[in-house]
């Protein structure tokens, strides 16, 4: 069904989330939400458009991994690290809202994306400096990630911003206890690379982000807990930024959001979940992020068994994530982005349904 739609592009996408987003503002009776997300896509489109000028003075253009597809090549040299100006707005916003409610909640937040968003920006310019992209290593990445995130869980933990009890409904969740802990550790993590995986083709991280942070941003709403609502907002502000960043990034890409846009997104998108115990929703939400990364470790581990077994690895995919496997198998890269926004949306939706009807 999906691979008869024609087209489901840029303004398909832009239209059909900002109808829902009007439709949830009508039901809630609150038009803030609407009103923060279209603000935000046009500061978002503002701050990229005037980005773009400068990313290309200052020479900042991405280095295509020669392993990967022959036809990304030809991105080489596209302006990169666009992630400065979807994710630096969104920390104003959230400062100025920490500053005038003297949350510790938002504080904790605020600190836990800004280093994620400080480990990508580190990533994108070093890659760019050792004209390869090659920045920071696979396992320095991950000890930065994981202090972060540690110092952002024992924090919201000690001070009960983590509730251990994982809501599936409003009448049963399941009490985790002390796993709560690991678990919130996989979350923040896990979403947080899993977005960086997914960027690997125009408009796939930004036009997914956009659509679950509408997904959470709703889910929160539905809570109806006065206290959760200041997150919401922050999910529908996000869900403008990366429409506004997707009208320059979708194909042929004028700017890629590097790993200072995607690791910012994913751990907005963790820290959000846990601090308003929205875990199990995001997780359908999150469907296409967490089938990339698992393609990634199957691919990986597969090889790694056969290798020992063989001595010679083989794979399942023609390649990891799972979108390039699609584009090996000769399908073009805008309807693999399309019908991975569709199924996305898709998810979004079940995610809701369940939501209502459990």
Not at 249 to 267: Q, V
Request: glycine content about 8%.
């Amino acid at each position: 069904m999906i691979g008869k739609i024609k087209e489901f592009n840029f303004k398909s996408l832009l239209i059909l989330n900002t109808f829902a987003l009007l439709v949830t503002s009508y039901t809630f009776k609150n038009f803030i939400c609407i009103g923060v997300y279209i603000l935000f896509f046009f500061i978002s489109l503002f701050s990229t458009k005037n980005g773009l000028r400068i990313i290309k003075k200052l020479n900042f253009l991405q280095n295509i991994r020669t392993e990967g597809p022959a036809n990304h090549l030809k991105k080489s040299d596209t302006p990169t690290m666009g992630g400065i100006f979807m994710i630096i707005p969104f920390l104003l916003f959230l400062l100025l809202i920490t500053i005038n409610l003297s949350s510790l909640k938002l504080f904790i937040l605020l600190l836990t994306i800004f280093g994620f968003f400080i480990t990508g920006f580190l990533d994108d310019y070093l890659s760019i400096k050792n004209k390869g992209n090659t920045g920071l290593k696979a396992k320095e990445k991950f000890t930065i990630q994981s202090i972060i995130a540690i110092l952002f869980i024992l924090l919201a933990y000690k001070k009960d911003f983590i509730n251990p009890l994982i809501v599936v409904s409003d009448s049963w969740g399941i009490n985790m206890n002390i796993f709560i802990l690991p678990i919130s550790f996989v979350v923040l993590v896990g979403i947080s690379n899993s977005v960086n995986l997914t960027d690997g083709l125009d408009g796939l991280a930004a036009g997914c982000s956009g659509i679950v942070f509408y997904g959470l941003g709703t889910e929160i709403l539905m809570k109806g807990q006065q206290e959760l609502f200041i997150f919401s907002i922050l999910c529908y502000s996000m869900s403008g930024v990366c429409l506004g960043f997707l009208k320059y990034n979708c194909y042929p890409a004028k700017i890629f959001m590097g790993d200072t846009g995607s690791l910012s997104i994913g751990a907005i998108l963790g820290s959000i979940a846990l601090l308003t115990n929205s875990v199990f929703t995001l997780t359908i939400f999150s469907g296409i992020f967490i089938i990339e990364s698992l393609s990634v470790m199957i691919q990986v581990g597969f090889f790694k068994i056969t290798k020992r077994l063989f001595q010679k690895g083989k794979r399942i995919f023609l390649m990891s994530p799972l979108h390039h496997h699609f584009e090996l198998k000769g399908i073009k890269e805008q309807k693999i982005v399309e019908n991975f926004w569709i199924i996305n949306i898709l998810l979004v939706i079940l995610g809701i349904v369940l939501k209502i009807n459990l």
